[in-house]
């Protein structure tokens, strides 16, 4: 699905965009969000059974377009941090909804600490944002996932990661924990240079250099519109989405050289929520009426930790929980079924997998995971 609305701040850079999105050949439906203004773009992928994908990823987008209070890099962080909130309010709210989640990546044009506008990136997740400058393509965002932390731990290359069983295990994304790692960069807007934000179908179905060529030429919706079908027509294995945007006004280009992508800024809020203003007044509140506050703080919290479902590792033993992986204040997650089957007989990335444990949408596909996971024991 997609959101659109239109800004009109005044800003010195522009950027234009396109986007395409496709089902694929696989999928019975698009769980993939894309949402653009005039100076955001974002594109999120969701994840959870039944429609729970499809309601995490519009809901991300839907936050984003209308939650960036403050125009800057930091503003564009506490705007994802609220659709987690939102994401996690409406699973518990909604039962059917429980265990949703998603990927989410944005760009948007920010103000910098100098005060001229600059770009911002944000990531959860794996789906990407490319920069394409000067015929050189660079992935600025970092894959939170199984196979990624494999590959930057040297364990496997990048060719086995591409072809890897446990590819799609995620090890962050919205949804998931109330106090998720963030990662954002800064960047310097140069005019002529594109920036690809896609879900995980696009590139799994094309690599980097075809990439690169096909982001080289034709408008920013032309090449959106070729990549998403070359996506399908190698496969389409999953949802395609695919936003280009391009500098169309900003600081001209000098030569080939591009500032080098920065290290990610990983980011947890860890903080206290502000004290009002009006403090007093708030300590002079009745007991009864902050007695009724916490009471439905605790309904809510224990709603939203008793939900969820994942893979973790019970004394040895494989297992199936109840709950949230880290538990939530005094609520821990329930085990439901385990026992016959050993962590350690299972293959080194499955193992690791199932020691950091794996969050999926519902019993039946732990199930259905831990099934697959007997094929890996040794000496299977």
Same mark, same amino acid.
């Not at 909604?94 to 989410?104: A, F, N, R, V, Y």
């Not at 001209?252 to 007093?280: F, H, K, W, Y």
């Given at each position: 699905?997609?959101? *659109?609305?239109?800004?009109?701040?005044?800003?010195?850079?522009?950027?234009?965009?396109?986007?395409?999105?496709?089902?694929? &050949? *696989?999928?019975?439906?698009?769980?993939?969000?894309?949402?653009?203004?005039?100076?955001?773009?974002?594109?999120?992928?969701?994840?959870?059974?039944?429609?729970?994908?499809?309601?995490?990823?519009?809901?991300?987008?839907?936050?984003?377009?209308? +939650?960036?209070?403050?125009? @800057?890099? #930091?503003?564009?962080?506490?705007?994802?941090? #609220?659709?987690?909130?939102?994401?996690?309010?409406?699973?518990?709210?909604?039962?059917?909804?429980? /265990?949703?989640?998603?990927?989410?990546?944005?760009?948007?044009?920010?103000?910098?600490?100098? +005060?001229?506008?600059?770009?911002?990136?944000?990531?959860?997740?794996?789906?990407?944002?490319?920069?394409?400058?000067?015929?050189?393509?660079? &992935?600025?965002?970092?894959?939170?996932?199984?196979?990624?932390?494999?590959?930057?731990?040297?364990?496997?290359?990048?060719?086995?990661?591409?072809?890897?069983?446990?590819?799609?295990?995620?090890?962050?994304?919205?949804?998931?924990?109330?106090?998720?790692? *963030?990662?954002? %960069? @800064?960047?310097?807007?140069?005019?002529?240079?594109?920036?690809?934000?896609?879900?995980?179908?696009?590139?799994?179905?094309?690599?980097?250099?075809?990439?690169?060529?096909?982001?080289?030429?034709?408008?920013?919706?032309?090449?959106? @519109?070729?990549?998403?079908?070359?996506?399908?027509?190698? /496969?389409?294995?999953?949802?395609?989405?695919? =936003?280009?945007?391009?500098?169309?006004?900003?600081?001209?280009?000098?030569?080939?050289?591009? $500032?080098?992508?920065?290290?990610?800024?990983?980011?947890?809020?860890?903080?206290?929520?502000?004290?009002?203003?009006?403090?007093?007044?708030?300590?002079?509140?009745?007991?009864?009426?902050?007695?009724?506050?916490?009471?439905?703080?605790?309904?809510?919290?224990?709603?939203?930790?008793?939900? +969820? %479902?994942?893979?973790?590792?019970?004394?040895?033993?494989?297992?199936?929980?109840? /709950?949230?992986?880290?538990? =939530?204040?005094?609520?821990?997650?329930? =085990?439901?079924?385990?026992?016959? =089957?050993?962590?350690?007989?299972?293959?080194?990335?499955?193992?690791?997998?199932?020691? $950091?444990? *794996?969050?999926?949408?519902?019993?039946?596909?732990?199930?259905?995971?831990?099934?697959?996971?007997?094929?890996?024991?040794?000496?299977?």
């Amino acid at each position: 699905m997609m959101a *659109i609305r239109r800004s009109h701040r005044p800003r010195s850079v522009r950027l234009v965009a396109g986007t395409a999105t496709h089902t694929g &050949q *696989i999928r019975a439906s698009n769980q993939d969000a894309v949402g653009m203004v005039d100076d955001l773009f974002v594109v999120a992928d969701g994840m959870g059974g039944h429609r729970g994908g499809e309601v995490a990823a519009a809901e991300a987008v839907d936050v984003l377009m209308v +939650g960036l209070e403050r125009s @800057d890099r #930091a503003g564009l962080v506490a705007a994802v941090r #609220a659709a987690n909130r939102s994401i996690l309010e409406r699973a518990a709210a909604e039962p059917d909804l429980s /265990g949703m989640g998603t990927t989410l990546c944005a760009l948007a044009v920010v103000d910098s600490p100098s +005060g001229d506008d600059a770009l911002a990136v944000v990531n959860i997740g794996d789906s990407r944002v490319y920069r394409f400058a000067a015929g050189r393509l660079d &992935q600025i965002s970092d894959d939170h996932s199984l196979v990624a932390d494999l590959v930057r731990a040297g364990e496997i290359t990048s060719e086995e990661a591409a072809h890897h069983p446990q590819r799609n295990i995620l090890t962050r994304a919205l949804g998931i924990e109330a106090d998720p790692l *963030i990662d954002s %960069w @800064d960047l310097v807007p140069v005019r002529g240079d594109r920036y690809l934000l896609c879900s995980d179908g696009l590139f799994n179905e094309l690599d980097d250099g075809r990439l690169t060529e096909m982001l080289s030429g034709g408008s920013v919706q032309e090449v959106a @519109d070729r990549l998403v079908q070359e996506a399908v027509d190698n /496969g389409g294995h999953d949802n395609v989405t695919v =936003l280009v945007a391009e500098v169309a006004t900003g600081p001209e280009p000098r030569g080939t050289d591009r $500032e080098a992508i920065s290290m990610a800024r990983s980011e947890q809020a860890l903080r206290s929520l502000p004290v009002p203003e009006n403090a007093p007044g708030v300590v002079r509140a009745s007991l009864a009426s902050a007695s009724c506050i916490l009471a439905a703080a605790v309904l809510v919290l224990g709603m939203y930790a008793h939900q +969820g %479902w994942f893979i973790g590792s019970d004394d040895g033993d494989v297992a199936v929980f109840r /709950g949230r992986p880290s538990g =939530l204040l005094w609520f821990d997650p329930t =085990l439901v079924e385990g026992g016959d =089957l050993r962590v350690a007989g299972l293959d080194e990335p499955t193992r690791i997998a199932v020691e $950091e444990t *794996i969050v999926v949408g519902s019993l039946d596909e732990a199930r259905r995971l831990i099934e697959g996971f007997r094929g890996t024991v040794s000496g299977a």
